[in-house]
């Protein structure tokens, strides 16, 4: 694989992630908001859903493909 495949693939990532800190989840390459309430927030992405659990939940940051959770967070989990 070329200098410039490897480049393209790292600025380019499609691959959903997410990123845990404390009171805070970071999710990049996500599909679409299915729900939300300050107690439970649900996102789809390509291959499943990630369910939010917690108190005081609030969406901090919303772009195309990112967004930034906020809150007391209690539980995640991947379908």
């Known amino acids: 694989m070329k200098i410039i495949d490897k480049l393209s693939d ?31 927030i649900v996102i789809i992405y390509n291959n499943g859903s990630i369910n939010i659990g917690g108190k005081n939940l609030v969406v901090s940051k919303l772009l195309s493909n990112e967004l930034l959770i906020s809150g007391e967070i209690k539980q995640i989990e991947l379908r």
């Open 10 to 40: 790292y600025i380019y990532d499609k691959d959903m992630s997410i990123h845990v800190y404390e009171n805070h989840i970071n999710i990049v390459n996500y599909k679409e908001i299915a729900s939300f309430d300050s107690t439970k």
